[in-house]
């Protein structure tokens, strides 16, 4: 593949990236129509991209490892609760992102094969944590005055999941900050070990952002999310190994950590995310909790209609119906967009693919697991740092909505990124 050729990919690859980490909007507000939608000329950004290493014949088939019969038993699985759907439409608008979803891999698969586009990908993804942190700060400080401009470019079904928890003071656009935390963690070690100080110090002060968007948001998930990000990230780079436990580095850390989440609890003067951690805020706080549980028991209630290939992808909502008691028209929209959803992977896999399509996910995270062991124990860390922010995202998809271009699409970006860095060299240096 020729240079130009190479950037014109990596830059469309990269528009498309952007465009599925920011909340859907519209591209002609005054239309106010989904296809014309950021995540649809998304999409067509993919197919194009699909297109172009495929036909042109840009990429050597030769040497694909064995994660590609793991994401095609993965596929198969789904593809197969076709069977037991009742309704195709649903079906369909579900099985959509899951084609997306894997065409995301394998772009990102493909591109990564290549050392100089590995290298630019790693600086385009520190830049996006960046960015990323940034909006959730702007979004965080001026959200209420941020509401007329919102309404008028972001669809419909976001705007209907931000404005009840606007009316509520929780802020969360659910970019799933929290998955950059290894990226920044990273970077600041890197700093410290290079007496990079300055470098440090910027990586430090986004790492402390990260936490006061996640404290100010007053959402649990994002605090169990975060927690986990550093956890994570704290073991796959091994700060915890006994023969450094007591180094100055780590103890400078650790220290620091510490200081930051104090600090931000003693900023957030009105300790809402505690009150909801606690579950003493207000009754909503305590249903929110029991409604998780409640959808899991219901998810694994499905299953036993349809044991085998289960009720059909995207058709959970065509059997699980709460809304249909409620009046409030805003309401009843921001209800049917999130609680006619199972709010967990696990059980929104179980019930709509049934016994065949939870084994395919436990075959594909398996593949996973063990691709992140190799990297652990050869100490390929700047994988690992990848590796650590892809678990991150899927952590939150054990018990939150987890199947929307929105929510998976970097998920299989930074495993298609760990797979593809391994085989170089996977565009065709001399096809035209």
């Not at 309704?87 to 099985?95: R, T």
């Amino acid at each position: 593949m020729k240079n130009k050729e190479k950037r014109i990919a990596m830059g469309l690859f990269f528009l498309s990236l952007i465009l599925i980490k920011l909340p859907p909007f519209y591209m002609l507000p005054p239309l106010k129509s989904t296809v014309l939608g950021s995540h649809s000329f998304a999409k067509i950004l993919l197919l194009v991209l699909s297109a172009f290493f495929l036909i042109k014949k840009r990429v050597k088939l030769n040497g694909l490892n064995n994660i590609f019969l793991i994401l095609f038993v993965f596929f198969l699985t789904q593809s197969l609760s076709v069977l037991g759907a009742k309704n195709i439409v649903y079906f369909w608008k579900q099985y959509q992102n899951v084609v997306f979803g894997l065409t995301v891999f394998f772009i990102s698969y493909f591109a990564a094969g290549d050392r100089k586009n590995f290298s630019l990908i790693d600086r385009f993804i520190y830049l996006v944590g960046v960015f990323v942190v940034l909006v959730d700060l702007f979004y965080m400080s001026f959200s209420l005055r941020l509401i007329p401009y919102m309404k008028g470019f972001l669809q419909k079904e976001m705007l209907d999941l931000y404005l009840p928890n606007l009316s509520e003071t929780r802020h969360n656009l659910f970019l799933n900050t929290e998955l950059f935390v290894p990226v920044f963690v990273w970077s600041f070690m890197e700093g410290l070990k290079n007496k990079k100080y300055r470098h440090a110090f910027v990586n430090f002060i986004f790492i402390d952002l990260i936490v006061l968007t996640t404290f100010a948001s007053k959402f649990r998930t994002r605090f169990f999310q975060l927690f986990f990000a550093f956890l994570i990230s704290f073991v796959f780079f091994k700060i915890f190994e006994k023969k450094n436990i007591f180094s100055k580095k780590n103890f400078f850390i650790s220290g620091l950590i510490t200081v930051i989440l104090l600090l931000t609890i003693y900023l957030r003067a009105d300790f809402g995310l505690i009150k909801r951690l606690a579950m003493v805020s207000d009754q909503a706080t305590v249903d929110t909790a029991v409604y998780r549980i409640e959808t899991l028991v219901a998810s694994f209630e499905l299953l036993k209609k349809s044991p085998l290939v289960g009720v059909g992808l995207g058709n959970y909502r065509y059997y699980i119906d709460v809304s249909n008691t409620i009046e409030d028209p805003v309401q009843k929209s921001h209800y049917q967009d999130t609680l006619e959803d199972a709010h967990s992977l696990i059980g929104q896999t179980a019930a709509e693919t049934g016994v065949i399509g939870l084994l395919g996910l436990l075959f594909l995270v398996t593949g996973f697991i063990r691709r992140d062991y190799i990297l652990f124990k050869k100490n390929k860390s700047r994988l690992l740092v990848y590796a650590a922010a892809s678990w991150v995202l899927f952590f939150y998809g054990l018990a939150n909505p987890f199947n929307t271009l929105f929510l998976t699409g970097w998920f299989w970006f930074l495993r298609g990124l760990i797979e593809g860095e391994s085989v170089k060299d996977r565009f065709s240096a001399g096809a035209t």
